[in-house]
Every structure is written in C-alpha cells, then in structure tokens.
C-alpha cells in the first residue's frame, strides 16, 4: 500500500545551524506534499507545502524541494532557532475511491541547542 | 475564534467502558477526519467524512464508530475501550478532498488525550 518514510527520527543541532529533513514517497499519483509542525502537547500545523507542479517553494528561513522522478522530498530549516524544537511530519496525498487522504511519515524530532 | 474544536480535551476511563469526542469545524469546510496518534507520535487517519458521507474507512476495529450529523460537526464513538485505545485522537477538517480538486490544508483540532486503564 501507499507508505511515506521519513528520516532522520531524531535530529540534534546547534542554534543557527541548518537542518535537513528527507522524505520518500511510493504513490507515482501523490501531487501535494505539506510539512507539519508539532510543539509537545499541541496540535500539527502547517508550515510549509508544494504541488507536484512545482519543484521548490521558500518561505523565510524554511524551504521545501520536490524530486518527483525519485519520489523524495526535503524540508530545509536555515539559521535554526530553539524555538524551532519540535516534531516535523511530512505527508503525501493518495488516492482512496475518489478522494484524496494524506499518509504521514514518522515524524523526525528536531533539537535546536543554543 | 477557534477553527476546529474538540471535546474532551482529556478523556480518562476504565476498559470496557463507552466514550464519544465531538468535534466541530466553523471553516465552511467540507471534509472532517479523525486520526489516531500513538504514544510514538504516528499520525495514522481513521475516517474521512465529506458532506456527512463517509468516504475513508481505514483498517479500523468496529469498535469504533464515526458520526456526521452536518458537515460542520464529526464525532467518535468507541465502545468497549481497550488498552490499545490510549492515544492522541485528533480531528481535522479541509475545504475538499475530491480528486481532481486541488487538495487543501488540513486544519487539525487541539487533539483529546484518552487514557484507558
């Protein structure tokens, strides 16, 4: 069935260092890729997303790449700030009987030490 | 003003029982969903309701039984709790989830933490 894989599980780095968060995909038809946020004890929220039409959308200190042949996609966080500390999900749509759902990666856990 | 709200925010109970978690959306969206959380933060969808039709049903124990009233509102019921039951269980809402339409943002719920003992 679809799967989405996520990697790394856990990242440590140091405040103003970048971070790099990678995702595979294994649906060809996935076209809308969103990265979601989680703050300890708080709901996901959308931080950044990109459609299968395009291959790179920035915003601010964060940016999204899209490899579409190879089936990856990456978040990248520059300058990292403590505030940044959280669990990081990819997601990627699939198709279930004429409706879209989302598949989540695992998450990656994201230290920012200052 | 809250998006997408649900209630309980905790929910702490023995196994056996029967519990219900409400959600409402006030977005005007037009599809809901429940995902279930584990205590390793997997974020796995359950049910998707679109227009108070149910259009995702995943590999999920009968126990379980989502509602839609409207499509402003989608509530769980689960009966005969189980100790595999304890997670996060967040509800979400989009403006649509038809293919052909370009997908939108889920907005999730603040989640409502249920503890089977």
């Known amino acids: 069935g679809e799967n989405v894989e996520q990697h790394p599980s856990t990242l440590s780095v140091q405040e103003g260092d970048s971070a790099v968060i990678k995702c595979t995909y294994s649906d060809s038809a996935s076209n809308y890729f969103p990265w979601y946020k989680q703050e300890l004890g708080k709901r996901p929220q959308l931080i950044i997303d990109?459609?299968?039409?395009?291959g790179e959308k920035k915003d601010q200190r964060i940016a999204v790449t899209l490899n579409k042949t190879a089936k990856h996609f990456s978040l990248h966080i520059t300058e990292t700030q403590p505030e940044d500390s959280a669990v990081y999900f990819c997601a990627a749509t699939s198709f279930s009987g004429g409706y879209n759902k989302l598949i989540f990666g695992a998450g990656t856990r994201l230290a920012v030490h200052p | 003003d809250t998006a997408v709200s649900q209630t309980p925010k905790y929910l702490v109970t023995q196994m056996g029982n029967d519990k219900s978690i409400k959600c409402e959306q006030n977005l005007g969206h037009d599809t809901m969903y429940w995902y279930k959380q584990d205590s390793k933060k997997f974020l796995k969808i359950m049910f998707s309701y679109n227009n108070k039709e149910l259009i995702i049903n995943e590999t999920v124990p009968n126990r379980f039984s989502p509602k839609s009233p409207d499509k402003a509102h989608l509530n769980l019921h689960i009966n005969s709790l189980e100790l595999g039951d304890s997670a996060v269980y967040f509800c979400a809402s989009s403006q649509d989830s038809v293919v052909g339409v370009s997908y939108n943002e889920q907005f999730f719920g603040p989640g409502t933490r249920l503890t089977v003992l």
């Open positions: 990109i459609r299968s039409n395009v």
